[in-house]
Antibody, heavy 118, light 110 residues
Framework: EVQLVESGGGLVQPGGSLTLSCAGS????????MSWVRQAPGKGLEWVAN????????YYVDSVKGRFTISRDNAKNSLYLQMNSLRGEDTAVYYC???????????WGQGTLVTVSS | QSALTQPASVSGSPGQSITISCTGT?????????VSWYQHHPGKAPKLLIY???NRPSGVSDRFSGSKSGNTASLTISGLQAEDEAHYYC??????????FGGGTKLTVL
């Protein structure tokens, strides 16, 4: 069974930094692209970033470019999202997902909440 | 990277069929047959229902079907059931190699 478990969320002040992690199990981690998707309170889903199997390609939504960095450690079956210069509008539940490009985001974690507030 | 346009809400009675539209542009929905649909119950992980416009992952009911014409994709749910009540999101790959979601549609089963 595919499992994705996010961690690292919490309360952070505006301008601060946070790193999210996503541990994968039950599948061949190197098979898939991986994505981060977020959902702000009361809002819809927003795709944030994705990364190719070997880390050689990365893409970001415009609103996080230059502030967030996606990375992965295939030896640890783990995906990361380094978030810097955090803003109130980054407050959201962050999900990691396997990205079966072009077959959609086919497995999702339960999410981790990031709250940016003073 | 503007969000795809979906109706905010739709409703139907058990057994009926409903269709949710998803309108994008020639830079996303209209460019590729790479539209996906997701079902999201509050507090749970989103679930992939449809990928590449018309394809269902293993285990997804055939009551869910997808289609596309030009810059607009659609999700049809037939034989509505109470457990179908949820939020539904479309998504598309874009010409910038990114992905974009729709604003979401809340389905109410009357």
């Amino acid at each position: 069974e595919v499992q994705l478990v996010e961690s690292g969320g919490g309360l952070v002040q505006p301008g601060g930094s946070l790193t999210l992690s996503c541990a994968g199990s039950g599948f061949t981690f190197t098979r898939d692209w991986m994505s981060w998707v977020r959902q702000a309170p009361g809002k819809g889903l927003e795709w944030v970033a994705n990364i190719k199997q070997d880390g050689s390609e990365k893409y970001y939504v415009d609103s996080v470019k230059g502030r967030f960095t996606i990375s992965r450690d295939n030896a640890k079956n783990s995906l990361y999202l380094q978030m810097n210069s955090l803003r109130g509008e980054d407050t959201a539940v962050y999900y990691c997902a396997t990205d079966g490009v072009p077959a959609g985001l086919n497995n999702w974690g339960q999410g981790t909440l990031v709250t940016v507030s003073s | 990277q503007s969000a795809l346009t979906q109706p905010a809400s739709v409703s139907g009675s058990p057994g009926q069929s409903i269709t949710i539209s998803c309108t994008g542009t020639s830079s996303d929905v209209g460019s590729y047959n790479l539209v996906s649909w997701y079902q999201h119950h509050p507090g749970k992980a989103p679930k992939l229902l449809i990928y590449a416009v018309t394809n269902r992952p293993s285990g997804v009911s055939d009551r869910f079907s997808g289609s596309k014409s030009g810059n607009t994709a659609s999700l049809t749910i037939s034989g509505l059931q109470a457990e179908d009540e949820a939020h539904y999101y479309c998504s598309s790959y874009t010409t910038s190699r990114t992905q974009v979601f729709g604003g979401g549609t809340k389905l109410t089963v009357l």
